[in-house]
């Protein structure tokens, strides 16, 4: 029986794993965090992945899960409505399956679905791999070391996995000109059907409805920040802090909750660029490969690419990597290029952008669908 180690509890390897499972293969996942961690950020399962969360038997949980966010409302200053996006009407008239849920509902309803086909190692992380010809010997933090016929890094943006294999972290990771923080607040959205937006220019804060409770976001442009660490809460709240100076509406309010947040999550929004996503017997899933999307695509993607990725090492494992990765670019290489449309529409540089970004919202419904309908069709995905 082939052994795998998947290295993160996240979306991409919780689904590779109970995929991997289901074929035999034994598997082991290994989790920096003492047990599952994930920010509350909603997130969408759409195109390929509907399809995968269906052959796993998660999708009533996950539409059980889902947020109640129906449109968004743009607001200005004063909390007035300005603009906004009916995103129900625009899945109805791309006749979309997709749900959305916070990410944390996902991995652990992903997770779920085969914990008991896995072996899981929390509070633990790889700290070295040497590799030959016939598997990989892998060094942890506090369990022995073991050895493995494959490993997989499906440990995010800054993957242990790929710095131990493949380079250090500033090879493949582009800063992308945006930082974005999320928190949870102890109170429901006042509007629990819209996700409710403010811009000053180069500033965004939303408030989700997450099934009674609401989900402050905040994206902001700024070039990198020398030394910056994603785990450097105090640092973070600071760099939170000047950003944010000086901005209207509900921000200063939310400011001092997140100065106060145990929970508050700050990363850069960056790409991953890498010529090859294997390497021998090691290989890269999700954000550790192609870290792409400001629109939640990054789920998706992770499901779907774990999905290909398990059925080709079930096929054959030899040139499973190469066939994995070939596939999968077909989605992910147009997702690279669409940050910047992204950045342009939810965090305008201007207040002349901000104010045509909110006229021509208002225009979206009715002119969009046919958009939508293209974007959505280019995930389709073969079923097997």
């Given at each position: ?28 996942v290994v989790e920096r965090a003492a047990g599952l961690r ?197 640092r973070n709240k600071r760099i939170l802090a000047e950003a ?141």
């Amino acid at each position: 029986m082939k052994t795998v180690l998947i290295s993160g509890a996240g979306i991409g390897g919780t689904t590779l794993a109970y995929w991997l499972a289901r074929s035999g293969f034994r598997t082991t996942v290994v989790e920096r965090a003492a047990g599952l961690r994930s920010s509350g950020s909603p997130v969408d399962v759409r195109g390929p992945a509907v399809e995968v969360a269906e052959g796993m038997g998660v999708m009533e949980r996950l539409r059980a899960a889902a947020t109640t966010a129906t449109g968004m409302t743009f607001v200005n200053d004063s909390g007035r409505r300005v603009g906004g996006v009916n995103t129900r009407a625009l899945r109805r008239a791309g006749r979309s399956r997709e749900v959305e849920v916070t990410r944390t509902d996902l991995a652990e309803i992903l997770y779920e679905a085969g914990r008991d086909s896995a072996e899981y190692l929390f509070g633990d992380t790889m700290t070295a791999v040497q590799q030959d010809g016939s598997g990989v010997e892998v060094t942890f933090a506090k369990a022995v070391p073991r050895r493995f016929d494959l490993v997989i890094g499906a440990d995010g943006l800054h993957s242990m996995t790929r710095r131990l294999a493949f380079g250090p972290e500033e090879r493949f990771v582009r800063h992308a000109g945006l930082y974005v923080a999320t928190m949870a607040l102890d109170g429901p959205a006042e509007d629990e059907r819209n996700v409710v937006i403010h811009n000053s220019p180069g500033r965004m804060v939303a408030l989700h409805p997450v099934r009674g409770r609401a989900l402050a976001a905040f994206i902001f442009r700024s070039p990198e920040v020398d030394g910056f660490d994603h785990r450097d809460t105090g640092r973070n709240k600071r760099i939170l802090a000047e950003a944010y100076a000086g901005a209207g509406w509900r921000v200063p309010d939310l400011l001092d909750q997140a100065m106060a947040a145990d929970d508050l999550w700050l990363d850069s929004v960056s790409q991953v660029r890498i010529d090859r996503w294997h390497d021998g017997r090691v290989a890269l899933l999700g954000d550790a490969a192609s870290s792409v999307s400001l629109f939640g695509d990054g789920s998706t993607l992770a499901m779907a690419g774990a999905y290909t990725l398990a059925n080709e090492l079930a096929a054959t494992p030899e040139g499973a990597f190469a066939r994995y990765e070939a596939a999968h670019r077909e989605l992910v290489d147009p997702r690279q290029d669409n940050v910047a449309t992204a950045a342009a529409l939810m965090v305008p540089t201007s207040r002349m952008g901000i104010t045509a970004r909110n006229f021509a919202s208002r225009l979206w419904p009715a002119a969009a669908a046919a958009g939508w309908v293209r974007t959505r069709l280019t995930f389709g995905y073969p079923s097997r």
